[in-house]
Structures are given as C-alpha cells and as structure tokens.
C-alpha cells in the first residue's frame, strides 16, 4: 500500500488512534488497494467474503436482486464510506445478500476479513464501529423500505432522477427506462407511464436513451 | 425482581459470564420487570428509549407506521428475544422508527439505557452480541423487504395466514382484512378480493371476522 492510500486508511478509521502499535502494524500489512472499472462486482453475494472495502474514490452502488432478476438499489457508497456486506460472514445472524458494483471507475481499500475479525474481538472501540455502521446501513435500507411501502410513485421517481442529476452533476441524464425501472424495482412500463406524464407537465424532457430535467422546481415541489 | 426474573434474566443474556461482579450487580440492580397487557404499546418511536426489553412471556409485534396510518409488520418477538429499537438511542446512527406493542399479554424484563450503554463501552462481547442482534433484525426486515418487492401477493398472503395460523395453535383465524391489510401494509380491498379468490379455490373458508385453513396442503405450494 502506498503512502496516500495508507494516509486515508488512518484518516478514515475512526477508532485508530484507540488501536496499539501492534493491531496497526497487523491492519497496514493486511489491507491492500483495489481497483475497480465502472461495471464491476465489489461484492457478488454472501459466498464473497473478502472483507470491509474503504471506498476511496468513485461510486458503488450497493442492491439485492431477486430471484426472477428484479433488482432494488439499497444505497450508494461515496468516497471515505465503508462496503459492509463484503464481510458479512464475520457478523453472525446476516442471512440476506447484498451485492455491490462500481457504477464509475472506483479504487477501494480492502481489509481481510480475518483481520477484521481479530479486531472485532480484541477491540470495543472496534465492535461499537461496527455497531454504528451497520445501524447506518440499516437506516438507509429503512428509509427505501419506507419509500417503497407508503411513498406514491411519482414522488419516488421524482427523487430518483434529482439524486441520479445530483450523482452525475448534470441536469440531462443518460439512463434508459429499464435502468431506472431496475434501481426502483419497478417495471419499466410503470417508468415510462409516469415519465410520459412529467414530459407532458413539462418537468422533464425525454429522448431517446435519457431525459432532461426542465422544472426542478416542480419536480422537487413533488418530494 | 424476583428469583425467577434473575434466573431467566442470567439464562438469555449470553455474555453474562463474561461480566464481572460490579457490572452483573448494577444489571441486577437496574433491571425491572414490566407487565403489558394486549395492545399496550412497548415502545412508541424513538423519543421514547426506556432499554432492551427481555421478554419473558407472550408476544410483541414490531412494526413501522407511515404518516398516513399505513402500517407493516417486520417481525414478532417471543420468550427469550430482546427488543431492541426500545433502545435505539443509545446506538448512533439509526434514525429510523420501529414501534413495539404488546400482541398478547407479555411480560418482559427491563433494562434501562444507561446500564445498556455502560455495558457496550465496557464489554466487547456486550458489543459483539448487539452486533449480532443488530444484524438479526436487520435480516427479518430484508425478509420483509424482499417479500413486499419480489413476491407475488398470493404467495405473501399464504405465508401470512399458515404463519398465523402457527401462532395462534390453530387452524381457525379470528381476524379481519382490515387487520391483515395492515400487517401486510396493503389495502383492505386487495386483501378481500385474494381471500375470495383462496375461498372460491377451496383453499380457505370465509366467515364473518374471520377465516378458516380448508386445505393446508394447496396453501403450502403456493408458499
């Protein structure tokens, strides 16, 4: 690991400082730097338990699928946050998957599982880390539950395409109807009902292979 | 608290050998026992952080409420589980609200958040079990999760009436569709017009304020 990756591990870590010279030395010599090409699986399900990923630069996108191939994106990972369910095997009691890909280019920071593991249980400043993120990543995944469950669906998508315009920085957004479809776990019938709808009151604007954002005001209005 | 009360209190915690004397003195010390009856509410969002509940008998359902009334179950706790979210101050990062209400009358073991939150400071296994129930409810929610976004609401409503069925010791159900709508966190039409259809199939019979299990065997395939 070089020098800056080694830097950002530190800065990031936010029981470090709690940890001896020992557990740090062990965590330095373990972790190492990945790369990853937009399109690429951090995490393909609870059979991959390589160990906790620190998102260094880039975006990943953390979703379950179903059965049939139905996806539902849980949450987004940014740079300094943490890739839990890469090393769900060491929390006991985990019995979902979550899988997470790279939607740009990413690198990331592993730390082994085993070593996580020993730091779990030499370290309540550790443990109560873990304890923190997982109730963070319980609360987003809550927060979908909720919007899914007692949120309209114009609402939903209205949220949608002002996150995805503030992910990608730009007001047109190149996403198709499937893909959108895809990140609601809805259909893309249902999609491009309700974006034929916004096209029309003039909250966006569709072309082929995207749609253009012409009224924030009214769409933000909606959430 | 009682003889009985400390025994079982002793017998569910798993790390209770792991404390010292001091701390399984200020947890004796600390913990009350609370009787509900059917109906009283456990736990009522998150201004309301009493501690872990024990429960000792009865059942409790635990839920989330949208702010229209919507409601859905996530999961059910019995003898020997611990109620968590009445708790959940004490853990950063959840910001969410799961209420509890007592579903019989129920009897549970109270310990206070103060004496919760010493113990995870202090002990690492105190820490490494909430991991654990952290990520228990965790799973029972994803359960719920991917029922409500992936399964066919036949199938969710068979899961539902064999899974009463279970709780209650009996193939007769005293329940209305208003009351299985808001578990399911459905509506009550959607609920009448799938149970009329499981009567006409002969799968169910249809009574007024309730139904009954006629062919457990069809109810289960679908499941």
Redesign the interface.
Known sequence: MDSEALGFMRDTIPFWNKLNIEQQKNLVHAAVVKNFKAGDSLHAGDEDCSGLFIIMTGRVRAF?I???G?E?TLYRLFERDICLFSASCI??????EVMAEAETDSRAILIPTLIVNNL?????EA??Y??????????D??????Q???MSFDRRLAIFILEQANFEGSDTLKITHETIARHM?SAREVVSRMLKYFNDEGMVELFRGGLKIKDRKRLTDLV
């Open positions: 379950i179903s059965e049939t139905k539902i929390i006991k009691n985990i019995n979902f779990l249980k030499q370290s309540v443990s109560e873990m304890n923190e993120l997982l109730a963070s990543r319980f609360s995944v809550m927060w979908v539950m909720e899914v469950l007692f776990g």
